[in-house]
T-cell receptor, first 113, second 113 residues
Framework: AQSVTQPDIHITVSEGASLELRCNYS??????LFWYVQSPGQGLQLLLK??????LVQGIKGFEAEFKRSQSSFNLRKPSVHWSDAAEYFC???????????FGKGTKLSVIP | NAGVTQTPKFQVLKTGQSMTLQCAQD?????MSWYRQDPGMGLRLIHY???????DQGEVPNGYNVSRSTTEDFPLRLLSAAPSQTSVYFC????????????FGEGSWLTVV
């Protein structure tokens, strides 16, 4: 069975600092990988996705993620965080041929002005 | 193009009452699903459908019923609401299982008292 682990429940960074949110997946083959962001009281917005090919994926709002097969990781990064990035971030995986998404438990990001 | 539309956005139920959360998509997606989101748990799959007339259970199906009579609609029924069903519910859809992005609705906040 697939599983997604986000080791950090809550991260606090200063505005302008760099950010890395960790995600590890467990799956026999290379899954499809996603990062979603959720602002308080809002739905889920897709930041970026990895299906195949280039392991460095660019997304919206200045985010990027790197797929590392050897580490079973898909970490999300941003070089300079803005106060508006404060939200909860979810990593998710989907097996090839599967319709279902398996989510991590989320990482809440707080940004200090 | 409305995407995935969920109604109602907020609902308060009394224990034992029944209700239906509506979900509609206008993207001609074959796959639709319902997730529930609870604090610290991420999103968990309740039920899903891979086409009209075809439904199946996800990770947490107990207490919920679904049907899929058309491609566009995928309602979620709570047969006898319990406080444990207090949650945020998300409907999602995608075109296929070949790595397409899964699109989410805005969410339905349900409180059972």
């Amino acid at each position: 069975a697939q599983s997604v682990t986000q080791p950090d429940i809550h991260i606090t960074v200063s505005e302008g600092a760099s950010l890395e949110l960790r995600c590890n997946y467990s799956y026999g083959a290379t899954p499809y990988l996603f990062w979603y962001v959720q602002s308080p009281g809002q739905g889920l917005q897709l930041l970026l996705k990895y299906f195949s090919g280039d392991t460095l994926v660019q997304g919206i709002k200045g985010f990027e993620a790197e797929f590392k097969r050897s580490q079973s990781s898909f970490n999300l990064r941003k070089p300079s965080v803005h106060w508006s990035d404060a939200a909860e971030y979810f990593c998710a995986s989907r097996g090839a041929g599967s319709y279902q998404l398996t989510f991590g438990k989320g990482t809440k990001l707080s940004v200090i002005p | 193009n409305a995407g995935v539309t969920q109604t109602p956005k907020f609902q308060v139920l009394k224990t034992g009452q029944s209700m239906t959360l509506q979900c509609a998509q206008d993207m001609n997606h074959e796959y639709m699903s319902w997730y529930r989101q609870d604090p610290g748990m991420g999103l968990r799959l309740i039920h899903y459908s891979v086409g009209a007339g075809i439904t199946d259970q996800g990770e947490v199906p107990n207490g919920y019923n679904v049907s899929r009579s058309t491609t566009e609609d995928f309602p979620l029924r709570l047969l006898s609401a319990a406080p444990s069903q207090t949650s945020v519910y998300f409907c999602a859809s995608s075109y296929s299982n070949r790595g397409d992005t899964i699109y989410f609705g805005e969410g339905s906040w349900l409180t059972v008292v």
